[in-house]
């Protein structure tokens, strides 16, 4: 009837862990009927501190199986029966991204005894099953071990059920399909099927017409979650219409922010409220007031004609004009950071501009240092691509930049020769858009992400 599990993992992140123990009791409600146990070879570093805590160490797992070859033997043992576990939530979550991994779903009905004892024995210090082993004498005699873990979480079931019963315990198990909110024209088993892969997402009603978007890095999860019963962020609304999703692997986040942002501009944007990171775009723009060249920020829009440089937020627009006041020695007043005073500006009084608030400088003099920070404000490369992860470990991303302006992006094998044409032979092309420039800055701050600058002849190779 139950299907007692516990692992353990090289954390407690299940997109970046990995599973190096697992443990399943076979209980029928009385007993322990059956068992299976083994150590998994995680394939990345055991960290010293789960070394520390579960005495698990690298070369105990060194020659151990990998999850793939046992996934069948788990999905045999569970077959039919309750994934129970002591806080199920983690366990059935990492066992669910590690069949995600070998694209086979993972659904069971679930039953957490953590939250049972919550709810059975109120009024405790602790619901840990450290606590509860205490508190009610089970004997664990390999703790922070699967085995002994489980055989814990066995013994602790017992109890439950000789204190209320199996009729009662049954209420509170978890069918595998309750935790979903789902209209009629999807399935749960569609959901499941989606890869735990970065990329772009897009909700569709009964006309084809995209109605929600979004990007992950982890799809699987994050459409999953707006289906939650429990879910936030995304209408109950939204959810009745849909019909239909599709999504695009993009191997990293900028590209899956690009690709959305494509696809949402092109298409009626309806329902969609997935453009948070959109909505309080800023950019730094330029005019001419009594002659000098003056800088100001302003929400990015259509009206205030081509920006310099465009930012998430007005906060970030200030820091980047704050930066270069100081490194050119620019006016405040001529940045609209301060109101002209008889006095000058903060700067002027302590020497660190040069005067044309006062009308000290000429505005010749002082437009010539304007123009100099400008170019610093925009990409220090007109024409460049930005290399980074792909869809799998066979290739990369490239990202096409031309005039500071988005152009495409691509994906291309691991093994090409070298050559920037072969990149940018594989570039598809895309329109662009403001919203486009803080998803570039952002990409070239990444320490991951490589920057190749395009010479005259490859830039005319690719038009």
Known sequence: MFAIIDIETTGGNARDGRITEI????HDGK????????????KIQIPRFITHLTGITVEMVRYAPEFHEIADQILNLTDGRIFTAHNSKFDYGFLQYEFHRIGYPFLRDTLCTFNLSRKIFPGLRSYGLENLSQYFQILNRQRHRAAGDAEATSSLLEIIIGQIGMSEVEKYIVPWDRVYNLPKALS???????????GAYFFKDE?????????????????????????????SRIIEKVCSFNYELTGNIWIAMLAELEIRKQQNRGLNCSNKNYKFLCAIYSQIKNGYLTLYI?????D????????QNRAKAQQAIEKVIQKFELCSVYCNLELQSSNGCFGYKIKQCRGACVGEELPEDYNLRVKKAISTLQFSKADFLLIGSGRNSCEHSAILVRKGRFCGYGFFHTDYTGSVTEILDCIKPATHYPECIPIILAALK????????????????VY
Do not use: W
Request: glycine share 4%; hydrophobic share 35%; net charge positive.
């Open 446 to 461: 990444n320490r991951k992400v490589k920057v190749i600058e395009l010479n005259t002849s490859e830039r005319s190779s």
């Open 31 to 42: 007993k322990i009927t059956g068992r299976f146990e083994t150590l998994l070879n995680p």
């Open 298 to 302: 302003d929400r990015l829009t259509e």
């Open 188 to 198: 749960a088993e569609e959901l499941h099927s989606i890869p735990a892969e970065t």
């Open 23 to 26: 443990a399943i009791l076979l």
């Open 304 to 311: 205030e004609g081509e920006p310099l440089m465009i930012y």
């Open 207 to 235: 006309s084809d017409t995209i109605i929600y978007s979004g990007r992950a890095t982890n799809l699987n999860q994050k459409i999953i979650a707006h289906f939650s019963r429990t879910r936030k962020g995304i209408s």
